[in-house]
């Protein structure tokens, strides 16, 4: 195997690292690599996909007139389809914290 020099063929290599049920010094002796440039590479593909699973996304609001209280209770409905109900009056800063948590 020709040894990877672009930063996307390393994320591939680290992505078969990852899949391939080896440890990194039997994955990296079969494809002739050296063991800490697999370990570096590895680190970082799992730090880049840490700070992409953190990411924040924040959809356009649009505010209309104010509706008269009723018991219509606050639900979130997630990206996976999953929908959240919480009493009105609720914790905001607690649901933003469930939502963030259950989007990961």
Do not use: H, I, N
Not at 28 to 38: D, I, M, N, V, W
Not at 68 to 78: A, G, H, I, N, T
């Amino acid at each position: 195997m020709s040894k990877p020099v672009e930063k996307q063929e390393w994320f591939q290599v680290a992505e078969a690292f990852e899949a391939s049920g080896l440890t990194q010094k039997e994955f990296s002796a079969q494809r002739g690599l050296r063991l800490s440039t697999l370990q570096s590479w590895v680190y970082r593909r799992r730090r880049q996909r840490l700070r992409k699973a953190q990411e924040v996304r924040l959809l356009p609001v649009e505010v209309s007139a104010v509706a008269p209280p009723s018991p219509v209770l606050l639900e979130v409905v997630l990206a996976s389809g999953a929908r959240l109900r919480f009493p009105a009056g609720a914790d905001v800063d607690y649901v933003a914290r469930l939502v963030t948590a259950l989007g990961r």
